[in-house]
């Protein structure tokens, strides 16, 4: 378990200098979870430590998850099975992808790690969590030990309420991107009661506050739901020039779906006096970096501006 190991992991927090952060009096960090490993970054080392852990105990050999094409989860769950000697199984949605998977950055690299693909229809893709389709793909593979989409299952929602320390109780906001969900869950559970946990969902519509609800108890958080820039994965050129300002200004790598529409919002909050003067703001950096390739093809193939960290 080398990679994950149940010891923990020091993560920096480092301040950003911006003028308008000065202008405004308000203070900001990044917890620099990126940094953790160089393959299984930010919260999806998080998610997937414990995740492991239990694997190993129950004496499974093989994981299966879900994911999209260009899915940080896939990659980072590829990895982790390869260092901890497990067979990995990726269900990938959309059947399209099986004949020109070797194209894709993120596929290409988790079937270097030796993961396996299962490509599935959306139609099909929407059925994964429901007893029929995981024993059709135990018909298939055998037995496994399931890693929900994301990574996001009690488990992992332990190991994000790992991600603040002790020392992060001086900060007054903490601010993270969302997607599943999970790691949201898991910082709201080890905020401060001072504290206010603002969550940035990468993806449209408003499903996400019941699916974090289940997790959690505590009443200190909210969504702010205006800086998914359209959805999931979609991009702009101000967003990927923001991104490119922010590598050439700070040296810190955003990734365009998570981690660079969170702290767009954020300093947007910041020029409209969202924030008070005086506060201390701890942003998370939730990694995501290696989905940085998929995109640049994506805006080369639209003959956009690529981001270039």
Not at 135 to 140: I, P, R, S, V
Request: charged share 25%.
């Amino acid at each position: 378990m080398e990679p994950l190991s149940p010891e923990g992991v020091l993560v920096s927090n480092q301040k950003i200098s911006h003028p308008l952060l000065e202008k405004k009096k308000v203070e900001l960090h990044l917890k620099r979870e990126d940094l953790i490993h160089p393959e299984i970054s930010g919260n999806k080392f998080r998610k997937l430590k414990y995740n492991l852990l239990r694997a190993k105990e129950l004496k499974y050999d093989t994981l299966l998850t879900f994911g999209g094409a260009y899915s940080n989860h896939i990659a980072a769950t590829a990895y982790a099975g390869k260092v901890n000697k497990m067979q990995t199984i990726g269900v990938i949605r959309g059947e399209e992808i099986a004949e020109r998977w070797s194209d894709n950055p993120t596929l290409s690299a988790a079937h270097q790690q030796g993961m396996k693909f299962k490509f599935v229809s959306r139609t099909d893709y929407r059925k994964k969590e429901s007893t029929a389709f995981i024993n059709k793909l135990k018909m298939e593979f055998g037995e496994f030990y399931v890693v929900p989409e994301g990574g996001t299952n009690n488990l992992a929602v332990r190991g994000c309420e790992e991600i603040l320390t002790p020392k992060d109780a001086e900060f007054d906001i903490i601010c993270c991107s969302v997607g599943t969900g999970g790691t949201l869950a898991g910082i709201i559970n080890s905020a401060t009661p001072s504290q206010q946990v603002i969550g940035f969902p990468a993806l449209k519509g408003h499903f996400l506050k019941k699916d974090i609800c289940k997790f959690v108890e505590n009443g200190n958080w909210k969504l702010c739901e205006d800086y998914h820039f359209g959805g999931y994965a979609r991009v702009d050129e101000s967003l990927i020039s923001f991104i490119n300002e922010m590598y050439q200004n700070t040296g810190i790598p955003l990734d365009p779906v998570y981690t660079g529409k969170m702290i767009f919002g954020v300093l947007d909050l910041v020029a409209g006096d969202f924030f008070d003067p005086g506060i201390k703001i701890l942003a998370i950096h939730t990694g995501g970096l290696q989905g940085i390739a998929g995109i640049n093809l994506y805006l080369k193939s639209k003959n956009l501006p690529i981001i270039d960290i």
